[in-house]
């Protein structure tokens, strides 16, 4: 049996998720029962030090998938007949009795002698949803199957299933059709940062200009640094006080961002937070491909219409009033592009612990 290892780090892997491998003497592991799985772990910690495991399972394993078989509604009766038969691939998150999320499909084997992944479902139990398991799950899927050779993955999902879509969009999936149901296909490599957790955490607050999102990042950060961690906070307007330029401000933002975040890095920061107004899945994309070595989570801020419009009157003027009072009045659209919302309605550090709580960094 392998030695499984955990690493605290102030912080880092004690207060949220994060992949952790276990050591195994090599592919396949016996258990007492006698059976032989191809079994491999990885630990994901929650706010609150609470470890969760997610795991391959094998035969060995059928009762764990029975339990997440009956807690995500399907018939019982062949998880033991589906994990015994050739290609079939699953992980299941849990901690002790409580399941959190699973996924399974398939490694197919082609006639050219080149294979792929089929991911056939992905779900998460609905209050452990938005915390990073269908993330981890997806990752350690796709990881295991570029070890076992497949250089591809595809899976399908519903055209109005927004948040599945923005997960598969950030983890590289390409869009391979449209219609009442949409496709995506992954490349897999052996090596790919799929199987490596990252190192640093970035945090990006979102929101229409006044609902304070600079003040916010600053309460944020002195948060964080007086727990001891390393942080850098980064107010993206001022990285594009640049004109007069005719469009490209985000392009710019992201490429200085990219540049500033580098930077910090390498002086030993960890953690990083962002404010920039972020209303679509490519601009989400754009700044996450910015921070290197980031899991980033994004948050969206919200206040009273009367009390943004307020701010703005005390802060600007002139065309830059009149734009973001125009940007105010209009109807928000859903965009699926942060991972939750918090109400700015209270002191900055207030609503910067209850951040800090949701994300599992407090």
Request: hydrophobic share 45%; glycine share 10%; charged share 20%.
């Amino acid at each position: 049996m392998g030695l499984a290892f955990a690493v605290a780090d102030e912080g880092w892997f004690s207060t949220a998720w994060s992949l952790c491998v276990i050591a195994m003497p090599g592919p396949q592991c016996e258990h007492s029962t006698g059976a032989t799985c191809r079994k491999r772990f990885r630990i994901l910690a929650d706010r609150g030090a609470q470890w969760r495991v997610i795991s391959r399972v094998g035969v060995a394993d059928v009762r764990l998938f029975d339990r997440a078989m009956a807690e995500f509604g399907v018939v019982p009766g062949g998880g033991g007949a589906f994990l015994g038969s050739p290609g079939a691939l699953a992980f299941v998150a849990s901690d002790g009795a409580e399941i959190f999320g699973w996924c399974w499909g398939y490694h197919l084997v082609r006639p050219d002698a080149s294979s792929m992944l089929y991911l056939h479902r992905l779900e998460v139990a609905r209050q452990h949803r938005r915390r990073g398991v269908g993330r981890a799950l997806l990752r350690a899927f796709m990881a295991d199957g570029a070890r076992a050779g497949a250089s591809r993955m595809f899976l399908t999902t519903g055209e109005a299933n927004a948040p599945a879509r923005a997960l598969y969009e950030s983890l590289g999936g390409g869009l391979a059709a449209q219609g009442p149901t949409v496709s995506y296909w992954f490349p897999l490599r052996p090596d790919a940062a799929a199987d490596r957790p990252p190192d640093c955490r970035a945090l990006l607050l979102t929101g229409v200009a006044g609902v304070g999102k600079s003040t916010v990042a600053d309460a944020v950060g002195r948060v964080l640094t007086t727990a001891g961690h390393v942080t850098a906070v980064v107010d993206t307007d001022l990285l594009a006080q640049f004109g007069p330029r005719a469009g490209g401000y985000d392009e710019l933002k992201c490429a200085n961002l990219a540049s500033v975040w580098a930077n910090f890095r390498a002086a030993g920061a960890r953690f990083v937070v962002v404010a920039a107004v972020i209303d679509s899945v490519a601009q989400r994309e754009r700044f996450e491909a910015s921070l290197a070595g980031c899991d980033v989570r994004v948050v969206r801020l919200t206040a009273d219409v009367d009390t943004v419009r307020d701010r703005l009157y005390r802060r600007d003027a002139g065309p830059k009033l009149e734009q973001h009072l125009q940007a105010l009045d209009r109807p928000p659209v859903a965009t699926a592009v942060e991972d939750f919302t918090v109400t700015n309605d209270r002191a900055p550090a207030a609503i910067a612990t209850e951040i800090l709580v949701q994300v599992g960094w407090a």
